[in-house]
């Protein structure tokens, strides 16, 4: 039987070894469609109930796997809701192929119906951004497209219209240049190396360094040992940026943990104190978290040229796989005798990781946020996948959770958008059905795309969702107040019976309200062999302080309160008692100051 358009891209498709297409359907697809439908024995199409979540659940697939993560949609409105996912995985670097359908090709460009003209809509999106022109058009631009994903880590975009799905190779007529076969379906490694003089380079300022920073982000998630043998090396912490989590395990005694709003005080004093700072596979956003310009001799290896330089000045920067780099880059770097700069960073992590004890370990009602988390945490199996939103939920789960084994942890990054924690986690779980997959996500981020919980209970999913449950857009709470100064305005959110909600999808549900039975109720949904929700009811007037607090926002946090911040006699009582509470757990030796002088 003569293929159809829609037969010669999915069977290219399956060529590529694409397995997995997440989408919806709908009639400007309908063509492809019919070629999922009779190559299903080999390629497996996950139904969704949101695009945005196709699209999120491709970045996921992409962020967990390396593979390429595709996603399909409708022409107009089916496309149009692809577009926030589509960003985040080419904000954080996902090699994505979005295929969307578009009307009748001698229609288009008429107002015809949902004939908006998604290649012009996704110009700023996709590098790769192509209208297939017929049958014999498809197979090069499959290639072309997913050429693009992989070797620029981005997206793709090919928009397909609804009669060229249908016709067959015959109804279009090959052109002479287009020669049959001339495109291929080889994935090329990017495993190049910078030249030797550079390293040499890179090599003298490491090794003339006396206080090092190793910083890594999720380019060094496959380089594990060797950033570790750098560390070892240079006798300096290993800062990771968030999306880097699961670079080193949280236990290993080089790591300070994040960096940033959500990280860790011995990070921020390491970056505020060294004279060296190797950065591998990060371009972390927030400038005023780098050495100050001038500070650091500031080494960048980055695969993406774009990168070097971006956030922070560079000395030397090494193009390249970072695994490949820093294998070249090892053998030159000297063993520093002075351990100093490191047992200082370990020494106040001790410090760091009591305070994260006695947060996690409250017995308030309403419970404490951390407390989810923290006991969470080493429940977890040494390779579990673990996804969080954007929220407060990122501060609890970036401190709380701490890496062990192959245990796998991302959220979206750059684009840090609400909506990604449930989609990301469907994701790992279709990706990997054996493994324990937990999302962390907030009440209002979990609303976004809460549909998808139907998805997870569709394929038997057993993912387990932890919604922290506190009737507030949480973050943006706490910006208005400590960074803006503002009583919070527009962040209230009402009350939605989460466990309830899952057991009307068919999923399991469980209430935690109070941190006596967290783990109980944790360890029993953990085990339970479908998809969970655990609603957690939290205090959303739990301060998700920075690791260290600046006078700044500390005046900023008065001037809310003075101005009439409603709930300022919680957040009072709440950093009072925390400050109280961590004096005492820490002997005193509590890094935070909040509000000098409130407290004693
Ligand atoms: C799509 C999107 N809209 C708005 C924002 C701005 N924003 C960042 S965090 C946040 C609040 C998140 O609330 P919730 O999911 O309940 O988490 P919480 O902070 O309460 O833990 C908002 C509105 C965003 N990041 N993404
Ligand atoms: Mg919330």
């Known amino acids: 039987m003569a293929k159809t358009g829609g037969d010669l891209l999915i069977e290219r498709l399956i060529e590529w070894g694409v397995d997995t297409i997440f989408g919806l359907p709908g009639d400007g697809i309908n063509g492809l469609f019919e070629s999922l439908r009779t190559h299903q024995d080999q390629i497996r199409f996950i139904q969704v109930r949101h695009e945005e979540a196709a699209a999120f659940m491709a970045a996921g697939y992409a962020k967990f796997t390396g593979k390429l993560g595709v996603c399909m949609a409708t022409s107009g409105c089916g496309g149009l809701h692809l577009l926030n996912g589509l960003y985040d995985a080419k904000y954080d670097g996902q090699p994505v192929l979005a295929i969307t359908g578009h009307t009748y090709h001698d229609i288009s460009g008429s107002m015809y119906q949902q004939d908006a003209d998604l290649t012009k809509v996704f110009l700023d999106l996709a590098p790769y951004n192509e209208r297939i022109m017929g049958p014999d058009h498809v197979v090069n631009a499959v290639d072309q497209a997913i050429r693009t994903a992989l070797g620029q880590s981005t997206v793709s975009h090919i928009s397909f219209p609804k009669d060229f799905q249908d016709w067959t190779v015959g109804d279009d007529t090959r052109t002479m240049p287009n020669v049959k076969g001339h495109t291929d379906v080889l994935r090329v490694s990017t495993a190049i190396s910078p030249v030797l003089d550079q390293l040499k380079r890179a090599a003298d300022l490491i090794n003339a360094g006396s206080k090092v920073v190793v910083f890594a982000g999720r380019g060094a998630l ?354 009072i008692g925390n400050q109280v509470r961590e004096a005492v757990a820490t002997t005193g030796r509590s890094l935070l100051t909040v509000l000098p002088g409130i407290g004693k």
């Open 222 to 575: 496959h380089a594990r040992d060797e950033v570790i043998q750098l560390a070892e090396a240079v006798g300096g912490p290993i800062i990771k940026a968030l999306l880097g989590k699961g670079v080193v395990p949280d236990d290993n005694p080089y790591t300070t943990g994040g960096l940033g709003l959500l990280g860790t005080a011995p990070s921020q004093d390491a970056m505020e104190e060294c004279d060296t700072l190797v950065m591998i596979g990060t371009h972390f956003p927030y400038l005023e978290y780098y050495p100050k310009p001038g500070q650091a001799k500031t080494i960048q290896i980055d695969l993406d040229p774009t990168h070097i330089g971006l956030r922070t000045p560079v000395d030397v920067g090494l193009i390249g796989d970072t695994k490949t780099v820093l294998q070249a880059l090892l053998p030159l770097i000297n063993h520093k005798e002075d351990r100093s700069f490191l047992e200082k960073a370990q020494e106040r992590m001790t410090f760091w990781r009591e305070l994260m004890t006695e947060r996690g370990t409250q017995t308030n009602i309403p419970m404490k946020p951390q407390v989810v988390p923290h006991v969470i945490s080493p429940l977890l199996n040494d390779d579990a996948i673990v996804t969080c939103d954007c929220g407060n939920n990122t501060t609890w789960a970036a401190r709380h959770i701490q890496m062990r084994g192959t245990m796998q942890f991302s959220t979206s990054g750059l684009l840090a958008t609400m909506g990604s924690g449930l989609p990301y986690a469907i994701a790992a779980s279709v990706a990997y059905p054996g493994r324990q997959v937990v999302a962390l996500v907030g009440d209002g981020g979990f609303t976004m795309l809460m549909g998808e919980m139907a998805t997870a209970v569709k394929y038997k999913l057993p993912i387990k969702v932890f919604i922290f449950h506190n009737n507030s857009y949480g973050q943006i709470k706490w910006e208005q107040i400590v960074l803006e100064g503002n009583p919070e305005f527009g962040v209230d959110i009402q009350s939605i019976d989460f466990a309830a909600y899952a057991q009307a999808c068919g999923a399991t549900g469980f209430t935690l309200d109070d941190p006596k039975n967290a783990d109980d109720v944790i360890r029993r949904a953990l085990a339970h062999d479908g998809p969970v929700i655990v609603d957690a009811i939290v205090d959303q007037n739990e301060p998700p302080m920075p690791g260290k607090i600046t006078t700044d926002q500390a005046i900023e946090l008065t001037k809310a309160l003075v101005r009439g911040e409603r709930d300022s006699g919680d957040i009072i009582k709440n950093i």
